[in-house]
């Protein structure tokens, strides 16, 4: 199953899911001898790589000094509210492993999603050096991302006008449509993509509906999404559709 840029590898189960996109991360890190960026995602589906990461041999494998973390969106909730994407992941292994200065939060103690959103940009373009993606130069060494059972990536949620955004970096989403229902800060399509690679994680029977709507190639955020490298769908057997568990 490929499309342009675009394919998939099959494992087992969680846990091999976890360490195939440990190791995945690892392979991005050892190709860039400079300043590395990752950007997360929130969610489930992450929470058992991130884990990973904090175990060896991850940890000793990591230059932490050199990686810079991400988030691909957030709830515009307070940090440190368990609802925060970037609160699990520091819970879950940045702030036993990684440098606080390494550690890019969308910082929601602002007035409203759009103001966090602007923040937000500045200081991606701030690391980035310029105000202008560059297909040749990307953002991001691996933006990971989950699907929502609607087929969302980030906060980018089927018909909602983020979704169109090509001319900002990140955007303010008012509002969400699936739990849990509080504003959101998202990403735009063009700063997702301008990435190395981009990794779907997919694990467990409940995302093979929506993988089954996406191996369709229905209009999704999901199906939009796309790496100006490498797109990979790292998909566990329980998530696969029926007939593609063979
Ligand atoms: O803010 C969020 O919730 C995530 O960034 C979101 O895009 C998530 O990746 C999908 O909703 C899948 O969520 P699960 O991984 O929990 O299935």
Redesign the pocket.
């Known amino acids: 199953m490929t499309a342009p840029n675009r394919h998939i590898v099959v494992v087992e189960d969680a846990v091999a899911l976890a360490e195939a996109a440990a190791d995945r991360l690892i392979e991005r890190i050892e190709a860039n001898p400079g300043r590395i960026a990752i950007c997360m995602?929130?969610?489930?589906?992450p929470k058992r790589l991130y884990e990973l990461l904090a175990t060896e041999p991850y940890r000793s494998e990591i230059p932490w000094d050199r990686v810079h973390w991400f988030i691909?969106?957030d709830?515009f909730v307070p940090s440190g509210d368990p609802l925060n994407?970037m609160t699990m992941a520091r819970t879950a292994f940045l702030d036993a492993c990684a440098p606080l200065a390494n550690v890019h939060p969308i910082k929601t103690d602002v007035a409203n999603p759009d103001e966090a959103a602007a923040l937000y940009a500045r200081e991606l373009q701030s690391f980035y050096g310029t105000d202008k993606l560059d297909k040749a130069k990307p953002l991001f060494d691996l933006v990971l991302?989950?699907?929502?059972p609607d087929g969302?990536?980030?906060?980018l949620f089927p018909g909602y006008p983020a979704i169109e955004v090509k001319d900002r970096w990140v955007v303010g989403v008012p509002e969400a449509h699936v739990k849990p229902f509080v504003p959101r800060v998202s990403l735009t399509q063009p700063a997702l993509a301008s990435c190395r690679e981009m990794l779907f994680l997919m694990s467990g029977e409940d995302k093979r509906a929506i993988l089954t709507r996406v191996l369709k190639g229905q209009d999704l955020p999901a199906n939009r999404a796309r790496s100006d490298g490498e797109t990979v769908w790292l998909c566990d057997k329980a998530a696969l559709p029926d007939d593609a568990r063979g």
Do not use: E, I, K
């Open positions: 995602t929130g969610g489930s589906s691909g969106d709830r994407n991302l989950g699907v929502g969302h990536v980030a906060s």
